[in-house]
């Protein structure tokens, strides 16, 4: 239970990471990573790279914030960096 407690939210990034890999024959080769205000893209970020990204970010910022007096903020931008992916994955899917 131990280690439940302590290492449990490291399962969000791993999750998120199984969701990407198993969603990546539908992704485009494309990612749109910024918005202007017309709600144009303006940025694109290359799938094989954004697929890993955003759950190293995550595993960083809970690692960091691990060491710190802050875990329930850790892992509150890990939940919100999931839910945004996921939602842009699932947006943009073919």
Known sequence: MVFLKKYGAYG???CLLLVS???YSRLPNELPMQFSLSG???RTMNKEFAI???PVLE???LLYTDCTDNR???LAIAI???IIQLGIMLLFMR
Do not use: S
């Open 12 to 14: 969000i990034p791993v």
């Open 52 to 54: 890993w990204c955003i």
């Open 59 to 61: 595993a960083v910022i």
């Open 21 to 23: 890999l198993l969603l």
């Open 40 to 42: 144009e893209v303006n």
């Open 72 to 74: 329930i903020a850790g």
């Open 80 to 82: 919100l960096l999931t």
